[in-house]
């Protein structure tokens, strides 16, 4: 069946370090794919996508690697603050479709 | 803030009672979408509501019913509620229906089913 999974479920960085959070899907059909971040009591907040044409993505702070082959997904946050501290969603979607997949988060604490 | 509103924030319900949760979609928004979030899980795609008519749905049994309005402000219905249930009830809405759109979520509504 169709999943979208993340690697570790929690990540622990420095302030000021970078953070790599990855994530792997499955459905080869999926050509969409957004991250999200959620903080506590609120709802998933979007932070970038990029689509199956694209391996690259960049925003700011933030840049999301998209590598096919493997179906593998990263998301990567430069000088992490303290305010990036949340679980962080990648989901999967497609072209014509209307279902977004997300895989289970991974928490990403950030130490002063 | 994403513009998106549900309500009620908090909900209390007993097992076999029926519930309706609300959503309003950001302005220009005519699709919405619902989706369940276990606590410490991620969200897991309910239906979508897209110009008033049910777009697509997931694996969740016929208890689970939305209407959209022609303002395009929704509603979740969950029947014969289940402890299973408890969860939070986020809705997203977007521009157009389709799966490229960017979702805008709102903080959602916590059911506690007891």
């Known amino acids: 069946g169709e999943s979208v999974g993340l690697h570790l479920p929690t990540l622990s960085v420095q302030e000021g370090d970078n953070s790599i959070i990855n994530c792997a899907y499955s459905?080869?059909?999926?050509?969409?794919f957004i991250w999200y971040k959620q903080e506590s009591g609120k709802g998933p907040q979007f932070i970038i996508d990029?689509?199956?044409?694209?391996d690259k993505r960049q925003g700011q702070r933030v840049t999301v690697l998209l590598n096919k082959t493997v179906k593998h997904l990263s998301l990567q946050i430069a000088a992490t603050q303290p305010g990036d501290s949340a679980v962080y969603f990648c989901?999967?979607?497609?072209?014509?479709?209307?279902?977004?997949?997300f895989g289970a988060g991974t928490r990403l604490f950030v130490k002063a | 803030e994403t513009g998106v509103t549900q309500s009620p924030t908090h909900l209390i319900k007993t097992r076999g009672q029926q519930v309706t949760l609300r959503c309003s979609s950001q302005?220009?928004?005519?699709?919405v979408s619902w989706y369940q979030q276990a606590l410490g899980q991620g969200p897991q795609f309910i239906f979508q509501?897209?110009?008033?008519?049910?777009?697509g749905r997931g694996n969740f049994p016929p208890r689970f019913s939305g209407l959209q309005f022609p303002n395009y402000s929704s509603e979740l219905n969950v029947n014969a509620l289940e402890l299973d249930d408890s969860a939070l009830y986020l809705c997203?809405?977007?521009?157009?229906?389709?799966?490229?759109?960017?979702?805008?979520f709102g903080p959602g509504t916590r059911l506690t089913v007891l």
């Open positions: 997203a809405s977007g521009p157009s229906g389709r799966g490229t759109d960017t979702q805008y």
């Open positions: 459905n080869s059909a999926s050509d969409y």
């Open positions: 990029i689509r199956s044409n694209m």
């Open positions: 989901a999967e979607s497609n072209t014509g479709g209307f279902k977004t997949i």
């Open positions: 302005s220009g928004h005519n699709t």
């Open positions: 509501y897209y110009r008033e008519e049910e777009n």
